[in-house]
């Protein structure tokens, strides 16, 4: 009897240059997974938040992990010891090509698509932590990557994987509460400084960081502390904000139910920025034309502890964070950040609703939908094809703040008919090297 080969065994026998790989990668979706098969994954950015999405793969083969700071991965690194180490992803890649099934991209906001579209180009599947990048040409470029290559990706936004947030969605899209014309949205963040002067002080490099690696696609800077770690998404030049941190989670229950792409036009009311510094309090206005059978809607965000005003909650003290959308009927409101779970309001007006059957599946956890996709199974919800959607909607709201007038938005072209000067936070150009 012949022996058994695996699907890797038949990867690994075989003579892989970069385009035998390409038809490999989309072959072995063909032959698939054995059921008790697990993935090879490798970690870009395994500290800080990459901590918590290892320990959401850690049920897989963890081969690789790579971060510009050995001390900040020191956990990671000595949790997985038997796993290779590496400072450059674009090393580990070229290196462990042909070991590497999976990548998770847990980097600083600004490096998302280079780190990820570099990984899918070479047939690699892809979770990537939100935002999905840092400017909206690159959440183009990593639909268009995703499905170019074919490859089973996700964003990690986890309230996706939430039955609240399913059911929430199915509420809204068979019309139990009427039609949606207004929506509000606020978030605590931001929880780190923004609205500052960029720091002057001389730094010395700390002998863990890589610090030209941390930099990666964005300008050349001098080193300081007020950059790093978990702060860097206050600047500008490597995240996007309270929007950007926390659009993704508690706008994706609206976007996703309502279908809210491609807003005509967005403006932002700012309190206290800086030329490199995101400001500490905003209002972003959005305005979205019908779509379909549903009506034209206003969306408005706020942060740094900005809320909407009382009559979208009457009579009721909002949380930090939270969601309302105003209907023909009343209010559909999810008190946290990322939409697991809803009330309708008034009780008296929903009384004798009957929940609609389910039309979307349920999750069976927001990693584990990531996994199975890879091995085959149905998409995750939240893959780049919806997930670059739904950031996009969020940036659409920084570049309002960046260029600090209102954005008529040509969504076909990728433009704002009215701004020439947004061309450039749109298409932020990169550091020589690190082009895509």
Known sequence: MSPKITRRDFIKGSAIGVGSFLFLRDSRSAFGFEANEKLNIALIGAGGKGNANLEGVSSQNIVALCDVDSRRAAGSFGKYPDAKKFVDYRRMLDKMHKEIDAVVVSTPDHSHAKASITAMRMGKHVYCEKPLTHTISEARLMRETARKYKVATQMGNQGTAGDGLREAVEVIRAGCIGQVREVHIW?????????????TEVQEIPKELDWDLWLGPAEACAYNSAYLPFVWRGWKAFGTGAIGDMGCHTMNLTYMALGLNNPISVEAECFEGTDE???????????????????????????????????????????????????????????????????????????????????????????????????????????????SGLTEMALLGNLAVLVGEPIYWDAKRMRAINCPKADYFVNTPYRKGWTL
């Open 187 to 199: 978030s605590n963040r931001p929880v780190w400084p923004q609205g500052v002067a960029r720091p």
């Open 277 to 387: 510094s995101y400001p500490k309090r905003s209002i972003v206005r959005y305005t979205f034309p019908a779509r379909g059978n549903m009506p034209p809607c206003k969306l408005t965000w706020y942060d740094g502890g900005l809320k909407p005003p009382s009559y979208v909650l009457p009579g009721r003290d909002m949380p930090g964070s939270g969601c309302v959308m105003i209907s023909d009927k009343g209010i559909l409101f999810s008190p946290d950040d990322y939409g697991w779970t809803y009330q309708l309001i008034p009780e008296e007006n929903f009384a004798d609703m009957k929940k609609p059957e389910p039309t979307l599946p349920r999750s069976p956890g927001h990693y584990l939908e990531w996994i199975e996709a890879c091995k085959g199974g149905q998409p995750a919800m939240s893959n780049f094809d919806y997930a």
